[in-house]
């Protein structure tokens, strides 16, 4: 099993195949299904560190784009894929308060914009999101080599 960086470098390819897949928009929704905030999910990227608990979720999460050769397993471990872990049957049946009060404001002024408003604006959020990106690597990467 892959550990530290390459670890990291697995769940960010594995990210990146999610969402490229479009079964997911974002980070964001990782952070949501595994019940962190998103910037766990940059440590586990940038440090390759997740808590073991996580290991088989994440390993189920990923399995429609990477297979287990991915995370340097020979195989899936016995029993992964048939047992829904908790934040599976969470992610089936979220509770409604799974959203925060900046979530339902940010929904209710999106709703109230024109189709072209609202186009605009993912436009300007995805575009403010990869500047963020590109700052975290940045600092990763000045942090690495200091």
């Given at each position: 099993m892959l550990n530290g960086v390459e670890l990291g470098q697995a769940i960010a390819r594995a990210i990146e195949l999610k969402i490229a897949s479009g079964a997911i928009k974002s980070k964001s929704e990782i952070a949501l299904h595994f019940g962190i905030k998103t910037p766990s999910i940059y440590d586990w990227i940038s440090k390759g560190s997740i808590s073991k608990e996580k290991l088989?979720?994440?390993w189920r999460y990923f399995?429609?784009?990477v297979g287990p050769d991915h995370?340097?397993?020979?195989?899936?471990?016995s029993g992964l894929m048939g047992t829904p872990s908790s934040c599976a049957e969470a992610r089936a049946d979220p509770p409604p308060?799974?959203?925060?009060?900046?979530?339902k404001i940010l929904l209710d002024?999106?709703?109230g914009l024109t189709e072209a408003q609202q186009n605009e604006t993912i436009r300007n959020l995805k575009t403010t999101k990869q500047l963020n990106d590109s700052i975290?690597?940045?600092?990763t990467q000045r942090r690495k080599r200091a």
């Open positions: 088989p979720e994440l399995s429609d784009v995370w340097g397993l020979g195989d899936w471990p308060s799974v959203l925060s009060h900046k979530h002024l999106f709703d975290i690597e940045e600092l």
